[in-house]
C-alpha cells in the first residue's frame, strides 16, 4: 500500500505542482504581449492548480502514515515538517500574492491600462519565482531526507 501511495504522490506532484510552478511564468510572457484573456485564463488555471495540489500534500500524509516502522517517520521529522512548512508557504503566496496580481493585470489590460498591468510584472514574476524555489527546496527534501 505504501508503495501505491508513494507513486500517486509523486504522480500527483509532477501533474498538479508542476503547472502550479510553471503557468505563472507563462502568463508573464502573456501579460509582455498584452494578452488579457490569456492571462486572465491563466490566473484561474494556477489557482484551480494550487488549490489542487492539496491532493498532493493529502497523499503525502497517506504515505508518512504507511511508512515502514523502521524508517522512524512521522510529520515531526525535521525534512517532513521542513517541507510541510515550505509548501504551507508556497501555496499561500500562489494563492494570495500571484493569483491576485495576474488577475488584476487581466483587469488593467482588458480595460485598455497597460502600463498599470506591466507595473504588476514584478510582483508576478518574484512571486510566482519564490514559489518555484520554495517547491524545488520540498523536492529537494523528499529526494534527499536529511
Request: hydrophobic share 60%; proline share 3%.
Amino acid at each position: 500500500m505504501d508503495t501505491v501511495l508513494t507513486v500517486l504522490h509523486v504522480v500527483a506532484a509532477v501533474f498538479l505542482v508542476g503547472p502550479m510552478a510553471i503557468l505563472p511564468m507563462t502568463a508573464l510572457r502573456a501579460l509582455r504581449a498584452g494578452e488579457w484573456s490569456m492571462v486572465s485564463t491563466l490566473a484561474v488555471s494556477t489557482r484551480v492548480f494550487s488549490l489542487a495540489s492539496l491532493l498532493v500534500a493529502v497523499l503525502g500524509f497517506g504515505v508518512v502514515g504507511t511508512a515502514d516502522k523502521r524508517f522512524d517517520l512521522s510529520v515531526t521529522t525535521s525534512w517532513v515538517l521542513t517541507s510541510i512548512i515550505l509548501y504551507v508557504i508556497a501555496l499561500a503566496l500562489s494563492l494570495v500574492v500571484v493569483v491576485p496580481a495576474m488577475k488584476r493585470a487581466a483587469g488593467e489590460l482588458e480595460g485598455g491600462r497597460a502600463e498599470a498591468a506591466r507595473s504588476l510584472y514584478g510582483r508576478i514574476a518574484a512571486g510566482s519565482g519564490v514559489v518555484s524555489l520554495l517547491l524545488v527546496a520540498v523536492t529537494v527534501l523528499m529526494v534527499w531526507k536529511p
